[in-house]
């Protein structure tokens, strides 16, 4: 059966046979001896969505020096179909992902204009230490914190096959995405012989999504015309960003709870972030990711996790990591937002502010008041992490 086959077959199963599946797939290869494992790479797919800090979990791994780092691919994806429904292109992503792991870059051939292409052609190419450094660009070396700013200016004109070569050249490929309105269609990744794959989950306060999302409408057109689908022409324009969030918020939830219906083997391989409890003890929680995919947390990246944030970082753009006054930044929407929008929100999200460890406010007064601490447990975290 075909990996496609397989995936399709398993859309069409309820999600306890699912599991099933799952088992007997698993237990039907055999184990990998410990030389065959420090061999193989690492896959891990930082699964977020807009507005959500990603950029900055993915630069957190992109700059180690082990790892081959891409932001969003699928990016391609969706503005080649940007017509079309979340649901519709989850498969052509999750397709698209088991290649970019497997450093087949001849995926990106249905999505790109044909011709000779340059690694320029790829979205966000420049967030990529890996192709902005020896060897694939001598300008800069390999060890040390890449600047997207500078590599654009001098690594933009290395051929597309550099892509491929990076890829291959290092034992971790991690890729940030945020078109995943569901994990369905990656349970194939996670029981697929030929891949590793680490999942981190990572999720943000949606009031402060919401408010950076707003900040941020234009260049998130597109996506969120995607992200609404059939609803785009049945909800008012004036609710259409609760709606996407709500949308959103909704995913989250589906995600979380699918995990929980996974053996335990597989859910092993997920991890859960929430980006408050990051910028409130970065080196900690860097610290905690790393381990999860058995990297060592060089010193160099000590010092840059410190650095940026705590106010030596990069500037402010809907696509930049900007990590600065992040503790702040983060507490932002609590004085920029009015109350009756947060109220809106929170109808829309209410259920994932719950599962997720968000407390609602039921009044001006306490959203403004500072001393109230809204991040609560989250029976899918088991803990609140606190650095020092
Ligand atoms: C961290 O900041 C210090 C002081 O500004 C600077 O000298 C150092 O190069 C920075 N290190 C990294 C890795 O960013
Ligand atoms: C956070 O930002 C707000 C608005 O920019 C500012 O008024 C406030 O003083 C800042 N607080 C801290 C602790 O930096
Ligand atoms: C702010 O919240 C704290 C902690 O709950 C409370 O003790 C205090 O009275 C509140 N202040 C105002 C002005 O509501």
């Known amino acids: 059966m075909t990996l496609l086959k397989k995936g399709k077959l398993l859309m069409f199963l309820g999600s306890q046979v699912i599991v099933a599946a799952l088992f007997v797939h698993m237990s039907v290869h055999r184990p990998l001896s410990q030389r065959e494992k420090s061999r193989r790479p690492v896959h891990v797919l930082v699964l977020s969505s807009w507005r959500s800090g990603s950029s900055f979990v993915g630069q957190l791994f992109g700059q180690h020096p082990d790892v081959f780092y891409l932001m969003e691919p699928a990016w391609h994806v969706w503005m080649t179909f940007t017509s079309s429904t979340a649901w519709k292109l989850h498969m052509a992503v999750r397709d698209l992902l088991r290649s970019v792991f497997l450093c087949d870059m001849s995926v990106f051939d249905a999505y790109m204009n044909p011709g000779p292409r340059k690694q320029s052609s790829l979205f966000q190419w420049e967030q990529s230490r ?74 943000r306060d949606p009031r402060a999504v919401f408010r950076s999302r707003e900040q941020t409408a234009a260049e998130l057109m597109v996506d969120s015309r995607i992200v609404l689908g059939q609803h785009l022409e049945t909800i008012k324009e004036e609710d259409q960003p609760y ?61 840059w996790v410190h650095n940026v944030t705590r106010g030596k970082g990069m500037g402010q753009h809907a696509f930049h990591t900007n ?48 001393t109230l601490d809204l991040l609560s447990f989250s029976p899918i975290l088991g803990q609140v992490f606190r650095e020092g």
């Open 243 to 303: 709606y996407a969030m709500k949308i959103i918020c909704k995913s989250q939830v589906d995600i979380a709870k699918a995990i929980q219906t996974l053996p335990e083997a597989l859910q092993q391989r997920y991890l859960f972030l929430r980006y408050e409890d990051l910028v409130r003890a970065p080196l900690a929680q860097t610290s905690r990711l790393y381990k999860f995919v058995g990297l060592d947390f060089l010193p160099h990246l000590r010092t």
């Open 323 to 370: 990590a600065r006054n992040a503790l702040n930044v983060s507490q932002a929407w609590r004085w920029s937002l009015p109350y009756e929008k947060v109220s809106q929100l929170q109808d829309a999200c209410g259920e994932a502010m719950d599962l997720l460890g968000y407390l609602q406010v039921r009044s001006q007064q306490d959203q403004g008041n500072l």
């Open 130 to 203: 890996a192709l902005c450094s020896a060897p694939v660009c001598d300008f800069f070396p390999a060890h040390e914190i890449s600047s997207p700013k500078h590599c654009r200016l001098l690594c933009g004109q290395q051929p597309f096959d550099m892509v491929e070569k990076a890829c291959r050249s290092h034992g971790f490929v991690v890729l940030k995405e945020v078109r995943f309105l569901s994990l369905q269609a990656l349970y194939p990744l996670l029981t697929d012989p030929s891949l590793n794959l680490h999942i981190v989950h990572l999720v």
